[in-house]
Every structure is written in C-alpha cells, then in structure tokens.
C-alpha cells in the first residue's frame, strides 16, 4: 500500500505564504502523477495544481501565478509552495498520488489525511 503524509499546513496572515509538503512511503512500484486537492467547508473537493513524473503541472485559475508545485522524485515527495495567500484559500488541503504496487497492477489514487490551511484578513 501507499501512505501519503501531508505537513506544512498552519495559519498565515492574508499576503504570507506558506510551503506544504506530502511524502508517500510504502511498498509501491511506481508513481505517477501528485496533486493537490482543498476542501473549504461547505464546499466540493477542488483540485488545486497536479504535476507528473515528468514535471510537467497544471493550476487552477485561481491560484496561478501564486502557487507552484514540485516535485522530488527520489523522496517521493511532492510540494506546494503558496504566496500571497488569500482568505479563500482557507481549507484543508489534501494530497494525491497516482501508484501502482507491481509492474502488472492499475493505477490507483491514494490521498494523505489532509492538512488545515487558514488565512486570516
């Protein structure tokens, strides 16, 4: 199985940043693409950026230009650097991951427990 483990979450100022982190361990073959998924209450899971094995991302509208995410492939560990935070991006923040355990199994998404981001104005 795969475990993802999320640090980094906190309470930042409107206009701070913070940098949040996710590390899969386990026993898995590959990984495939990570991402970032948040959940502000009383709100649909959102995706908020994604990147593949090959560095290539993908953000949503609104959070380009504010968030990056990366990757380090040899510690299977994904990042998402967020500036200039805004009071919407007020939610829990969960990670992503695409593995699979063996060169002959699918794809299966696996998701950390979630790390609480609240931006205060």
């Known amino acids: 199985q795969v475990q993802l483990v999320e640090s980094g979450g906190g309470l930042v100022q409107a206009g701070g940043s913070l940098r949040l982190s996710c590390a899969a361990s386990g026993r898995f073959f590959s990984i495939n693409a990570m991402c970032w998924h948040r959940q502000a209450p009383g709100k649909q899971r959102e995706l908020v950026a994604d990147i593949t094995n090959g560095g290539s991302t993908n953000y949503a509208d609104s959070v380009k230009g504010r968030f990056t995410i990366s990757r380090d492939n040899a510690k299977n560990t994904v990042y998402l650097q967020m500036n200039s935070l805004k009071p919407e991006d007020t939610a829990v923040y969960y990670c992503?991951?695409?593995?699979?355990?063996?060169?002959?199994?699918?794809?299966?998404?696996?998701w950390g427990q979630g790390t609480q981001v609240t931006v205060s104005s």
């Open positions: 992503n991951a695409a593995a699979k355990l063996g060169p002959l199994f699918k794809w299966n998404a696996y």
